[in-house]
Every structure is written in structure tokens, then in C-alpha cells.
């Protein structure tokens, strides 16, 4: 990736749900999120930018399993977020702190053996043979660490050594210097990072800094007020013995799913090359952005969403850093409207027609992606 983005570009994003729920609202049972307003649907910026994520993990990731050089993910199911600062420091050589040794000895061996300990804590072989260490990482997590040890409840010697070693381990604060490096080195390895920015501010881990992304989203909004539909489904199973005895071998489970009969959803979003020289956001970057926003719906397919599809991707590629004329003003020239003007609510894709109207201001070219 060598070719910094000298453009400004603004894009209009259109997809469509069929008896699905695009966007469910934790705070709401997990029902399709609307304006209660104007009974609107809504899909957040961040759930967008998810399926972007989980596209680029998909297809940049090697026949070994791991993340094509430049294309990890930082913020992916499962992880934990410490570990690539720790990643990118160690990378670059930069100190995080002092580790911690402790010798264990004969009798405490046998102990230490038969425990699973939790990350931050190793045995070693130590200088003399047959001797074994206790080792701190300068990374551990006390507090984990702490609650391990409740939770596990290991002999009151093995506490009692574990607590000793544990205060000897030093986490060491990177420099301002070395946080702008760790800054750029996350930049360098995360697509997500260099793309839609990150706060990496963290307490457990090195400070990576503060990182605005070039590429910004908004909320989709449907065109038309949706319904939301409340389905009750039943699962010829249960979990528990208790629970068949309870329906006497009957053994079925009510649940309940919630869908919209059809949404049309138009989101914006914006790039600037600024940021992006600031990120090294390139136009291979780009290029992968504009093909994850076409093709995500079809690798995130699952049984709540429904039919969720891509319909257009308009993208204004304007001439100069600063752009060629003001977002608004181009996204007004998008119009969507119903085909006909019957009361019979919207129920697919073609009862839809989409339109460009009115003329291109200079120096702003229209790219129609899908």
C-alpha cells in the first residue's frame, strides 16, 4: 500500500431487509430499533461498521488462519484489547515494564504442577538444575490475577508466593513518543483502526493514543415507517431434565422473534483524505471498503436478519482535499420515492424508484458502485 487518498468522497449507502430484523435494540427485547417519532427503522453506524469488520476478517485472512499482514481486526468478537497494544509494543521493541521471579521451592513444585494458571503467571526452568521460577509478565493483570486466586482457591503456600511475586511485577508508562509510535504502529496493523478510528486509552495496557478515522458513518434511516412483528416460534426441546419432567415428556420451548415485513434503509457516510494521511488510509483501503459495503450483507447471513441485501452505492468523488461542494447538497439530489401512490404498504425492492436529479456541481464526479 503506497497511494495516499487525494480525493474527498461522500457516499450513499441503500440496502433493504425482508422479514428480518436489521438492528435489534438490546434496551428494547432485542426489537427492530425505530424513531418513535415517526416510526422510522433505524440501523446504527456501529452495527454497519461491524459488518464491514467481520468482512475484512473474513476475506483477508491467510490459509494458516491468521490475518493477512495490515488487515487484523482490533475490535472482533472475543477479543481482548490489551493484547494488541502489548503486541505492538513488543513488535517495536518498546519496554512495558518489569517482570517478576520468584524461586519455588521443592516442595511448592509438585503444587505449581497440577495448577492451570492464568495468563500472566509461567513457570520457568531456573539457573540452577532442577530449580523452578515463578514468573510475573510485566503485562499481568492484577486484578485477574487476584480474583484467579478466589476463584481457584490453591493452597495458602501457593497464595502466599503468587501474592509476593505479584509486587515485584512493575507495568512501566510508555513516553509520549513511544505512544505516537504504538499510535502508528496499530494504525499499520489494523484495518479497523486506520479506517473508522479508535480510543486505545486503556488502563491494563500501554497508552496507544487517540486515533480519528477517515471514514465516518450515520444512522440508516428507512425511507417508510415500519411495522415490527413480534413472531412466537417453538423448539420441540428442552434444556433441562427438571423441564421435561415439568411437561411430562412433552418437551417443548416457546420463544418469540421479532422481524420487519420490509424496510428500504438509506445511510450516509464520508471519507477525508486528511485523516486519512494520518491513519495511511490508502486507496487499496478504499478499494476494500467500497467492495465490503457491496458484498457484506451476503457473509452475515443468519436466521434473524431475514433477506438483507445491498441495493445502490453512490459515491461522490470530489477533485480537491477540501471537496468540490457541501455533502448536504448532494445527497438532496438523491431522491427515493414509491412507484405509485397507493395506500398497499412497500413490500419489496421494486416498489421503489431511485433517482439523481438536477445537475452535478464542477469538479464532483458521481460513481454508481452498485
Known amino acids: 500500500m503506497s497511494n495516499s487518498i487525494k480525493n474527498r468522497y461522500d457516499f450513499v449507502l441503500i440496502f433493504d431487509v425482508q422479514d428480518g430484523n436489521p438492528n435489534g435494540d438490546p434496551d428494547a427485547g432485542n426489537?427492530?430499533?425505530?424513531?418513535?417519532?415517526?416510526?422510522?427503522?433505524?440501523?446504527?453506524?456501529?452495527?454497519?461498521?461491524?459488518?464491514?469488520?467481520?468482512y475484512v476478517q473474513i476475506t483477508k485472512t491467510g490459509e494458516d488462519g491468521a490475518a493477512m499482514k495490515g488487515f487484523d481486526i482490533y475490535v472482533k468478537e472475543k477479543a481482548v484489547l490489551g493484547r494488541a497494544h502489548f503486541k505492538a509494543f513488543k513488535d517495536l521493541g518498546i519496554s512495558t515494564g518489569e517482570i517478576s521471579q520468584k524461586e519455588i521451592t521443592e516442595e511448592l513444585?509438585?503444587?505449581?504442577?497440577?495448577?492451570?494458571l492464568p495468563d500472566g503467571l509461567s513457570l520457568e526452568e531456573g539457573d540452577v538444575e532442577e530449580k523452578q521460577l515463578l514468573v510475573v509478565a510485566?503485562?499481568?493483570d492484577k486484578k485477574v490475577i487476584q480474583q484467579w486466586l478466589k476463584d481457584a482457591k490453591p493452597s495458602k503456600e501457593v497464595i502466599t508466593l503468587i501474592k509476593f511475586a505479584l509486587k515485584d511485577a512493575k507495568p512501566r508508562k510508555p513516553t509520549a513518543e513511544e505512544t505516537e509510535r504504538g499510535k502508528g504502529k496499530m494504525c499499520e496493523d489494523y484495518y479497523d483502526i486506520r479506517t473508522f478510528g479508535a480510543v486505545m486509552a486503556l488502563k491494563s495496557a500501554p497508552n496507544?493514543?487517540?486515533v480519528?478515522?477517515?471514514v465516518q458513518m450515520t444512522f440508516a434511516r428507512s425511507v417508510d415507517p415500519i411495522v415490527t412483528l413480534e413472531h412466537s416460534i417453538t423448539r420441540m426441546a428442552v434444556a433441562t431434565e427438571a423441564e421435561?419432567?415439568?411437561?411430562?415428556?412433552?418437551?417443548?420451548?416457546?420463544?418469540?422473534?421479532?422481524t420487519i415485513?420490509?424496510?428500504l434503509y438509506i445511510a450516509h457516510g464520508f471519507v477525508s483524505p486528511h485523516l486519512a494521511a494520518q491513519t495511511k488510509f490508502y486507496e487499496e483501503d478504499i478499494e476494500i471498503f467500497w467492495k465490503a459495503l457491496v458484498e457484506m450483507f451476503e457473509h452475515d447471513r443468519s436466521a434473524a436478519r431475514g433477506l438483507m441485501?445491498?441495493?445502490?452505492l453512490i459515491v461522490f468523488k470530489h477533485e480537491t482535499p477540501l471537496g468540490n461542494a457541501p455533502a448536504h447538497v448532494l445527497f438532496d439530489m438523491i431522491k427515493v420515492t414509491r412507484k405509485d401512490n397507493s395506500d398497499n404498504p412497500p413490500r419489496e425492492f421494486s416498489d421503489y424508484k431511485i433517482e439523481i436529479v438536477g445537475n452535478m456541481p464542477d469538479k464532483v464526479k458521481l460513481i454508481e458502485k452498485i
Open 244 to 258: 421435561a419432567e415439568k411437561q411430562s415428556g412433552d418437551n417443548r420451548t416457546m420463544g418469540r422473534k421479532h
Open 109 to 116: 513444585q509438585r503444587a505449581f504442577e497440577e495448577i492451570d
Open 31 to 54: 426489537l427492530p430499533r425505530v424513531d418513535p417519532e415517526t416510526g422510522r427503522g433505524l440501523v446504527t453506524d456501529v452495527c454497519l461498521k461491524r459488518k464491514v469488520r467481520n
Open 208 to 210: 496507544c493514543g487517540q
Open 212 to 214: 480519528r478515522g477517515p
Open 261 to 263: 415485513p420490509y424496510g
Open 309 to 312: 441485501s445491498t441495493r445502490r
Open 138 to 140: 510485566a503485562d499481568a
